[in-house]
């Protein structure tokens, strides 16, 4: 039994999936955050959110590396940690920046803070020669205007320290590009409070499908788990709608997807860490869409441990204990899982949605999770706005995706329009 320091967390699903996962371990943890109620505000009526199972909850100036670095040490003293560990991309520099402190396991918190930034990350991997598209970083709207005229129209437009697709747009002219700037600049921190750093990234418009490259690498051997697809809707923002895992693939594009993402992860110094890596298979060959250096989202997690029996939250809690975690593939007796996302077009007030209690008895249904009534909707511009989902395995073959679009088209959402 291990004791690990549990840095903030997303509020989603993996803020779940990482209890879970410790529990199963045999572990314990200790719960440090700056804001407890951003947490009990997450949690389903009358029940306590996971990371409340912690053996201790601690309030910490986690915003305030300089504050909060002094206090973590008389911490460690008191409660002997033997790992830290963060499911939240805001907090995974941080969470390295203690376990160096501590002489703890962990990655290089530098490797953390190119990957998390866009911006960095584009300049590693470009003087690495690991392709993506042509970008430019620009410090303002009029540097954006001079650098898309270079580059040329369409560009997606990127804030460099969001997530979940948070003001990603694609533009097509001055005019658009110019109210995607605007929009950035109004948003000035973060949902953690955090200052943000307002540069804009601006990047070359790539065609073609979208996978990501699961991938845990400990002590510098680097380990391909599988491929995820990836369907996006909701332009001219990037809403991720639906995932199947294992990605349908050729060989060429298998080999040349994964080739790509172990190059990006070698090239950030990324080591003892579970990533997700997005890669675009475009006419002329992979391109790094963006380097995650923590577990997948929106429970591709879950995908893929109910096709490979891989448990990814568990290896991330094994490589910041040193151990090496297994990797081992299980027959589970499913050959692909797929998630598909409820996403609103409309803004409104969610009265009811049609056909759940149809879906959640269909077979081969996995999970299914509906937002409640009377809950605020707003038109989906990120993957922050869904109205839930729905995950479906296939026994036999590559039929999951098929599975999921089908059953979402007997969901229907009705809306009180505000």
């Not at 008191?78 to 990655?107: E, H």
């Amino acid at each position: 039994m291990a004791h690990l320091l549990v840095v903030e967390s997303w509020v989603g699903s993996m803020s779940r999936l990482l209890p879970r996962a410790l529990g199963e371990g045999g572990h314990h943890f200790t719960f440090l955050t700056r804001d407890l109620r951003h947490y009990l505000r997450s949690a389903p009526e009358g029940t306590d959110h996971p990371l409340l199972t912690a053996r201790n909850v601690v309030t910490a100036p986690t915003n305030d590396l300089g504050a909060l670095l002094p206090q973590v040490e008389p911490l460690h003293e008191a409660l002997r940690f033997d790992g830290v560990v963060t499911s939240c991309d805001y907090y995974l520099p941080t969470a390295a920046r203690i376990a160096t402190l501590l002489g703890l396991p962990g990655p290089s918190a530098g490797a953390m803070e190119d990957a998390c930034r866009k911006d960095l990350t584009r300049r590693v991997l470009s003087a690495a020669g690991v392709p993506g598209p042509r970008f430019a970083v620009c410090a303002d709207a009029a540097e954006a205007a001079a650098a898309a005229r270079d580059i040329g129209y369409p560009l997606v437009v990127k804030p460099v320290d969001l997530c979940a697709g948070m003001f990603v747009r694609r533009v097509d002219d001055e005019d658009q590009l110019a109210e995607a700037c605007a929009a950035q600049a109004a948003f000035p921190y973060n949902a953690r409070g955090q200052r943000r750093t307002p540069h804009v990234l601006l990047e070359e418009f790539l065609h073609g499908p979208e996978v990501s490259v699961e991938t845990v690498t400990f002590r510098g051997v680097a380990h391909v788990v599988g491929v995820t697809d990836k369907s996006v809707g909701g332009a001219p923002a990037f809403v991720e709608t639906g995932h199947m895992f294992p990605a349908a693939l050729s060989p060429d594009d298998l080999a040349a997807a994964t080739g790509t993402a172990l190059s990006a992860g070698a090239a950030l110094g990324l080591d003892d860490v579970v990533a997700h890596t997005e890669i675009k298979l475009t006419g002329e060959g992979p391109r790094v869409v963006e380097v995650n250096p923590r577990p997948a989202g929106n429970r591709i997690t879950e995908l893929v441990r109910h096709v490979t029996g891989i448990d990814l939250a568990a290896a991330c809690i094994d490589v910041a204990l040193g151990r090496e975690p297994d990797l081992r593939p299980r027959d589970t007796g499913m050959r692909s899982a797929a998630i598909g996302f409820l996403v609103p077009d409309i803004a409104g007030t969610l009265a009811s949605v049609e056909g759940a209690d149809r879906v959640r008895e269909a077979d081969g249904v996995l999970e299914v999770q509906i937002a409640e009534p009377g809950r605020t909707v707003e038109a989906a511009d990120s993957n922050n706005a869904y109205l839930g989902h729905l995950m479906a395995g296939d026994a036999t073959g590559p039929g999951a995706r098929d599975r999921v679009e089908a059953l979402l088209a007997g969901l229907r959402p009705l809306l009180v329009r505000s």
